[in-house]
């Protein structure tokens, strides 16, 4: 055992009962040891004495967990783990195809670099500069969101944040209190159900399963609405399932949260990409009552494959943008000036770089959905936004594999990257197990190649 820099021994507990106090009358070293060895013996504190200053060490058997219990409960972002394990593997060597990842494998479009390659000369760029974004970005968010949604906002409306997922928990921040209720639609995005309990509220889950297109219903929602229920997660098109609730749904959804005044949180960071013509409408040009109960949350990553730079936003009634900026301005205050500058390029600028994106999408979504749907056991609806399948696996489950047993899509998941070295995020990460989700965001030959492997591997 050590104290600080120095070795110790454990004291005998056969030291003999020492005198209480010394000549002048002060409690003398013995008579300390022997109070030690009390509470030890009592299973107060334990006990060590260093053999260079023959002091004794008095330790807590009681001592604090060196990491809050707020913190330590916050699970690891199961996508980040796979994608992370992936490219060490690759990194190593290994020929490893990594389906893991939500961003596109496409560079950012020239003339967004361009920007920020001027922006990064600009002296201005270097300095502090107000927290809820410049004023150049925070316009062009609002007529990118009149121009995109045909919802009507103000400067005032909107707080540029360091990605999404900064968004998303200043949003549940701002307005869940302590043992407050957040519906959670399962299968949902690994960092919702954490950003809830980071902030003291409590995930209540409702799973939609294949059979209704991971879209959950109304009458699910109200059966899980009780007296607690603050808000409303809600995220379509949909990540991990790619499904997009229709018109119809999300107006149904929308009413009922402003009959029962319960604030939604929408996410719309996959809004540009839909397919198949399907209309992604955004809650408050459905139901514009709802403008006072509701929070937008959106970025630049996926649109315009800009993952990295780290640019996202809240739409909201002021009050609660005031009060998310106030808790920003002491977490991070602003995001990047030169990422912002480069945000600007991208929400000015046209929408052809994200159509060629989209194609692509659209012609690796077919190619996987076909591949998995040969796959003995394995189920994919064929997903009408983002870029993403979520595959059923519920019949592979039990099935001797190589001589192993996968019994949930956790350990299936294990497998086929031990086995035949793919990555895949198993169905746990976003809900119940039986599911597999695979990004179509990676070159056709690289689908082609992974998924034959998860075929040969399953179909023998």
């Not at 002048?24 to 030890?40: D, I």
């Not at 949260?257 to 399907?278: C, F, M, P, Q, S």
């Not at 489950?397 to 996968?406: H, Q, V």
Request: neutral net charge.
């Amino acid at each position: 055992m050590e104290t600080g820099a120095l070795p110790v021994e454990l004291l005998p507990s056969s030291a003999s009962r020492p005198s209480l106090l010394d000549e002048e009358g002060l409690v003398t070293e013995g008579a300390r040891r022997e109070s030690l060895r009390v509470k030890v013996a009592r299973g107060l504190i334990g006990e060590a004495i260093s053999p260079r200053s023959g002091r004794i060490t008095a330790v807590s058997q009681t001592a604090k967990p060196r990491i809050s219990k707020r913190i330590a409960a916050i699970a690891e972002s199961a996508t980040l783990a796979v994608d992370g394990k992936a490219k060490a593997l690759k990194a190593a060597g290994r020929p490893v195809i990594g389906f893991g990842a939500g961003e596109p494998d496409f560079p950012t479009p020239g003339y967004i670099l361009d920007a920020a390659e001027k922006a990064v000369r600009v002296v201005a760029n270097h300095r502090y500069t107000p927290t809820p974004g410049l004023p150049e970005l925070r316009q062009a968010i609002v007529a990118k969101t009149l121009r995109d949604s045909q919802f009507k906002i103000t400067v005032d409306n909107v707080l540029v944040t360091n990605g999404g997922k900064q968004a998303v928990y200043q949003s549940i921040a701002s307005i869940v209190d302590q043992g407050d209720e957040v519906i959670l639609p399962a299968p949902y995005w690994t960092t919702y159900p954490e950003c809830i309990r980071l902030a003291g509220g409590i995930p209540i889950e409702v799973f939609a399963d294949e059979t209704s297109n991971y879209c959950v219903s109304v009458e699910q929602l109200e059966a899980a609405r009780t007296s607690k229920t603050k808000a409303l997660i809600f995220c379509s098109p949909s990540n991990p399932t790619g499904s997009v609730y229709t018109p119809e749904q999300v107006r149904a959804i929308g009413e009922w949260a402003l009959k029962h005044g319960i604030w939604i949180i929408t996410d719309e960071i996959y809004e540009h990409l839909r397919y198949d013509g399907v209309q992604a409408p955004s809650l408050p040009v459905l139901i514009p009552e709802l403008a006072n109960q509701i929070i937008i949350l959106n970025g630049v990553a996926k649109t315009y494959a800009m993952t990295g730079w780290r640019v996202g936003w809240m739409i909201g009634p002021n009050d609660v943008i005031k009060a998310a900026t106030n808790l920003q301005s002491h977490l991070s205050s602003n995001v990047s000036n030169v990422a912002q500058r480069a945000a600007i390029a991208a929400l000015t600028g046209d929408l052809s770089a994200v159509e060629e994106m989209k194609v692509a999408f659209d012609r690796r979504r077919k190619l996987i959905v076909k591949m998995l749907n040969e796959i003995d056991g394995f189920e994919c609806l064929m997903p009408q936004g983002a870029f993403y399948v979520y595959p059923a696996v519920h019949k592979v489950l039990g099935r001797e594999i190589r001589g192993k047993k996968p019994m949930s899509s956790s350990e299936l998941a294990t497998l086929i990257l031990d086995e035949v070295e793919v990555a895949a995020v198993p169905g746990e990460a976003f809900g119940p197990s039986g599911y597999l989700r695979f990004s179509y965001a990676l070159s056709d030959e690289d689908i082609v190649e992974g998924i034959s492997r998860i075929k040969k591997l399953i179909n023998g």
